[in-house]
T-cell receptor, first 113, second 115 residues
């Protein structure tokens, strides 16, 4: 029972490079989301999905893209990395509504130089 | 828009004693959910406890309990018999009832356990 798996755990990018953060869950959760965590702040929602083929923007979507082709996978793409995107990224999933809380991946620490 | 405030950036407690972490929130909604998450140095975000706003009874999970004051919009976490493994960042989060099910997060409280 893996829960939510995020890869990679650490990544260093140069400004302007693109990359994809991977997220996979094996709990058959309908809802998946991406958050970023910056020092001194709570997590902020980037994008979310309520099911395969359905995605929408969160609070801070600029510079990021997502897709949801299967229930299990929800990758986050950085289109052209900027230093402001240096952060820790979390993927989270839940059953519809998230009433019982969200299951988080272990996070990806991304540094853009 | 909803906001969540954790006014204590850092708290410390002696091992085996009790500590209370504060959280206040602002909302115009009447039905919502509140959570406390623990983030140890491993970075993993772990659900500690949840509270449903329509339930007056305070939630408890073993050594963890909450004091939920809906009128005051307060949601504090009490940790009894503190253990070294409780050392972590603790985040209070509010679950919106709007369509994106977004969690609104406080800035966190760093809990230090003194042996």
């Amino acid at each position: 029972n893996a829960g939510v798996t995020q890869t990679p755990k650490f990544q260093v990018l140069k400004t302007g490079q693109s990359m994809t953060l991977q997220c996979a869950q094996d709990m058959n959760h309908e809802y998946m989301s991406w958050y970023r965590q910056d020092p001194g702040m709570g997590l902020r929602l980037i994008h979310y999905s309520v099911g395969a083929g359905i995605t929408d923007q969160g609070e801070v979507p600029n510079g990021y893209n997502v897709s949801r082709s299967t229930t299990e996978d929800f990758p986050l793409r950085l289109l052209s990395a900027a230093p402001s995107q240096t952060s820790v990224y979390f993927c989270a999933s839940s059953y519809w509504g998230g009433y019982y809380g969200y299951t988080f991946g272990s996070g990806t620490r991304l540094t853009v130089v | 828009a909803q906001t969540v405030t954790q006014s204590q950036p850092e708290m410390s407690v002696q091992e085996a004693e009790t500590v209370t972490l504060s959280c206040t929130y602002d909302t115009s909604e009447s039905d919502y959910y509140l959570f406390w998450y623990k983030q140890p140095p491993s970075r993993q975000m772990i659900l500690v406890i949840r509270q449903e706003a329509y339930k007056q009874q305070n939630a408890t999970e073993n050594r963890f309990s909450v004091n939920f004051q809906k009128a005051a919009k307060s949601f504090s976490l009490k940790i009894s018999d503190s253990q070294l493994g409780d050392a972590a960042m603790y985040f209070c989060a509010y679950r919106s009832t709007d369509s994106n099910y977004q969690l609104i997060w406080g800035a966190g409280t760093k809990l230090i356990i003194k042996p």
